[in-house]
């Protein structure tokens, strides 16, 4: 009778090993796109914090206002815009794709903001991660003199 039970168990092994290799390979490209996600979105705040460190020195010193509190530099949308974009012509950034400048202004006169936007795509395609998500990015800098 034992001979006719170990005979039933013939090849359950195997499809077990074949589950959790499909398993374990489904978990290293889920880990290995979620850390590509995360240094995209790194990489990209860092291009961010580059445009706006421009965008909140677009000043002229005419546009220096003195007051109880020291002088104060006046920021205007459209020299913060200019600045951006002159910033990211000039930083290389061909392995973002589609970078696009959502927004780049002067909301208070006193700081600049900027957003960026871009499209992830996954290292490896799968089954399980999506095609790409979009990511977006917004950094906020106040222009001061110390």
Same mark, same amino acid.
């Given at each position: 009778?034992?001979?006719?039970?170990?005979?039933? *168990?013939? @090849?359950?092994?195997? /499809?077990?090993?074949?589950? &959790? @290799?499909?398993?374990?390979? +489904?978990?290293?490209?889920?880990?290995l796109?979620?850390?590509s /996600? &995360?240094l *995209?979105?790194?990489?990209?705040?860092?291009? %961010?914090? @580059?445009?706006?460190?421009?965008? +909140?020195e677009?000043f002229?010193? *005419?546009?220096?206002?003195?007051?109880?509190?020291?002088?104060?530099?006046l920021?205007?949308? @459209?020299?913060?815009?200019?600045?951006?974009? $002159? &910033?990211?012509?000039?930083? #290389?950034?061909? +392995?973002? $794709?589609?970078l696009?400048?959502?927004? %780049?202004?002067?909301?208070?006169? /006193?700081?600049?903001?900027?957003? /960026?936007?871009?499209?992830? =795509?996954? #290292?490896?395609?799968?089954?399980?991660?999506?095609?790409?998500?979009?990511? $977006?990015?917004?950094?906020?800098? =106040?222009?001061?003199?110390?």
């Open positions: 009778m034992s001979r006719m039970h170990a005979a039933n *168990d013939d @090849g359950s092994t195997l /499809l077990l090993i074949i589950f &959790y @290799g499909f398993l374990a390979l +489904s978990l290293v490209l889920v880990a796109s979620a850390t /996600l &995360y *995209d979105h790194k990489r990209l705040l860092s291009l %961010a914090d @580059g445009a706006v460190l421009a965008g +909140s677009a002229t010193l *005419d546009a220096v206002q003195v007051g109880v509190v020291g002088p104060r530099p920021l205007r949308s @459209g020299d913060v815009s200019a600045a951006v974009d $002159e &910033y990211l012509a000039l930083v #290389p950034h061909a +392995s973002f $794709e589609d696009v400048v959502t927004s %780049a202004a002067s909301v208070d006169g /006193l700081s600049a903001s900027v957003t /960026l936007r871009s499209w992830w =795509r996954p #290292p490896v395609l799968t089954l399980v991660v999506p095609d790409g998500v979009p990511l $977006e990015v917004t950094v906020v800098s =106040r222009a001061v003199f110390h």
